[in-house]
T-cell receptor, first 116, second 117 residues
Framework: AQSVTQLGSHVSVSEGALVLLRCNYS??????LFWYVQYPNQGLQLLLK??????LVKGINGFEAEFKKSETSFHLTKPSAHMSDAAEYFC??????????????FGQGTTLQVKP | GAGVSQSPSNKVTEKGKDVELRCDPI?????LYWYRQSLGQGLEFLIY????????KSGLPSDRFSAERTGGSVSTLTIQRTQQEDSAVYLC???????????????FGPGTRLLVL
């Protein structure tokens, strides 16, 4: 069975500091990996995804993530945090054999706080 | 263009009542998903529709939950005899539905916040 673990339910950084949100997955077959962001009272918005090909994936708003198969990780980073990055971030996984539906398995989420 | 819309945005109901939640997917998207977001369980998959195929109902938590999709577009999630543990945000998402589905971006609506008193 697939699962996703996000280490740290709350992460606090200063404005301008590096953002690192951790995600580890468990999957017996090659995974497809996603990071979504949720602003208060809004739905989820895709930041970036890894399907195949280049393991370093660049997304919107300056975020990027690297798929590391040996570490079963897909950590999200941003070099310099902005106040507008404060939100909840979800890592999710699916794979090509998930009954052909593409349903997402989500981690528990990480709330990012950005301090001025 | 228009995104995924959901109605109502908020719903307060009494325990034991039935509720209907509506989702309008992005025009032309054939794949439609319902998820539930709650404090205790996080984000969980509920049900999936794709064109005329049989839906994947594997995530529905009980037989009080059902969903339909009429005309391959609008979907309604119905919860019968609501319980307090049904209180959550119900999110709908759609994607273009071109195989394979697994790499497609799912576009989420703003959700319906359900409170069962």
């Amino acid at each position: 069975a697939q699962s996703v673990t996000q280490l740290g339910s709350h992460v606090s950084v200063s404005e301008g500091a590096l953002v690192l949100l951790r995600c580890n997955y468990s999957s017996s077959v090659p995974p497809y990996l996603f990071w979504y962001v949720q602003y208060p009272n809004q739905g989820l918005q895709l930041l970036l995804k890894y399907t195949t090909g280049a393991t370093l994936v660049k997304g919107i708003n300056g975020f990027e993530a690297e798929f590391k198969k040996s570490e079963t990780s897909f950590h999200l980073t941003k070099p310099s945090a902005h106040m507008s990055d404060a939100a909840e971030y979800f890592c999710a996984v699916t794979h090509i054999f998930s009954s052909n539906t593409g349903k997402l398995i989500f981690g528990q989420g990480t709330t990012l706080q950005v301090k001025p | 263009g228009a995104g995924v819309s959901q109605s109502p945005s908020n719903k307060v109901t009494e325990k034991g009542k039935d509720v209907e939640l509506r989702c309008d997917p992005i025009s032309g998207h054939t794949a439609l998903y319902w998820y539930r977001q709650s404090l205790g369980q996080g984000l969980e998959f509920l049900i999936y529709f794709q064109g005329n195929s049989a839906p994947d109902k594997s995530g529905l938590p009980s037989d009080r939950f059902s969903a339909e999709r009429t005309g391959g577009s609008v979907s309604t999630l119905t919860i019968q005899r609501t319980q307090q543990e049904d209180s959550a945000v119900y999110l709908c998402a759609s994607s273009p539905g071109r195989a394979p589905l697994h790499g497609e971006t799912q576009y989420f609506g703003p959700g319906t916040r359900l409170l069962v008193l």
